[in-house]
C-alpha cells in the first residue's frame, strides 16, 4: 500500500532564510508526487509534481522540491522564505499502478517569521 | 485554466436534514471527481471516487448510503449528506481530474456545520 509521511508537525523559519519541508514516501512502483499548500478555510493549491525527469522539480512561488529515489523523499525547498509562505503543507503521492487515488501525508504547518 | 468550485462554500444545518454540496469544474471537463473529508488540524482522508456516468467507489468505512455521490457530468459532481448528524461536521474538499491527466484540481471547500 502507498504511504506519505511528513515527520514534522511544524516547521518554523525566519523570513529571507532557506526552509524544508520533509516527505518521505512508500509506493511499490514508481511514484507520482505532489506537494499542495493549503490556507486556512480554504482548498488545496497545487505547487508541484514529479512524474518522471529531473530530479530537481520547479513549482509555483519560487518553490522547489528534490526526488530521491534512494532516499524515498521529496523534499519540499524555497530558498529565501516569505513571511506569507507561512500555511499548512500536504505531499501527497499516487501509485501510477494503484489507480487514481492520491494518499496524502499528515500535512506541516510552516511558520515564517518576520 | 483548471478552476474547480464548490457551492456552497459554507452550510449551516440541523441535524437530520440533507444537505447537498456541489462540485464544477468551470474550464475543464473532469472524468474523475473526488470527495475528501478533512477534520481540523488533520489530512485529507478520501471519500470516494466518481467517474462521469457511473457509480462512485467508495472507501472503506464510508457509508455509501450517508454521503450519496453523483456525478452526473462531465462538469459536476454532487455529494448529498444524507440525514446530517453533529459528527458529520466537517470540511468537505472536492477535487477533478481531466480525462489522462495526471494532477487533480482542488475546489476550495465547503465548511459544515450540523447543530
Known amino acids: 500500500a502507498q504511504s506519505v509521511a511528513q515527520p514534522e508537525d511544524q516547521v518554523n523559519v525566519a523570513e529571507g532564510n532557506p526552509l524544508t519541508v520533509k516527505c518521505t514516501y512508500s509506493?511499490?512502483?514508481?511514484?507520482?508526487l505532489f506537494w499542495y499548500v493549503q490556507y486556512p478555510n480554504r482548498g488545496l493549491q497545487f505547487l508541484l509534481k514529479?512524474?518522471?525527469?529531473?530530479?530537481l522539480v520547479k513549482g509555483s512561488y519560487g518553490f522547489e522540491a528534490e526526488f530521491n529515489k534512494s532516499q524515498t523523499s521529496f523534499h519540499l525547498k524555497k530558498p529565501s522564505a516569505l513571511v506569507s509562505d507561512s500555511a499548512l503543507y500536504f505531499c501527497?503521492?499516487?501509485?501510477?499502478?494503484?489507480?487514481?487515488?492520491?494518499?496524502f501525508g499528515a500535512g506541516t504547518i510552516l511558520r515564517v517569521k518576520s | 485554466g483548471a478552476v474547480v468550485s464548490q457551492h456552497p462554500s459554507r452550510v449551516i444545518c440541523k441535524s437530520g436534514t440533507s444537505v447537498k454540496i456541489e462540485c464544477r469544474s468551470l474550464?475543464?471537463?473532469?472524468?474523475?471527481m473526488f470527495w475528501y473529508r478533512q477534520f481540523p488540524k488533520q489530512s485529507l482522508m478520501l471519500m470516494a471516487t466518481?467517474?462521469?456516468?457511473?457509480?462512485?467507489?467508495?472507501e472503506q468505512g464510508v457509508e455509501k448510503d450517508k454521503f450519496l455521490i453523483n456525478h452526473a457530468s462531465l462538469t459536476l459532481s454532487t455529494l448529498t449528506v444524507t440525514s446530517a448528524h453533529p459528527e458529520d461536521s466537517s470540511f468537505y474538499i472536492c477535487?477533478?481530474?481531466?480525462?489522462?491527466?495526471?494532477?487533480?484540481?482542488f475546489g476550495p471547500g465547503t465548511r459544515l456545520t450540523v447543530l
Open positions: 477535487s477533478a481530474r481531466r480525462r489522462g491527466g495526471n494532477e487533480q484540481f
Open positions: 509506493v511499490s512502483g514508481n511514484p507520482y
Open positions: 514529479y512524474i518522471t525527469g529531473d530530479n
Open positions: 501527497a503521492v499516487r501509485d501510477p499502478r494503484g489507480g487514481n487515488k492520491l494518499v
Open positions: 474550464d475543464f471537463q473532469a472524468t474523475t
Open positions: 466518481s467517474n462521469e456516468g457511473s457509480k462512485a467507489t467508495y
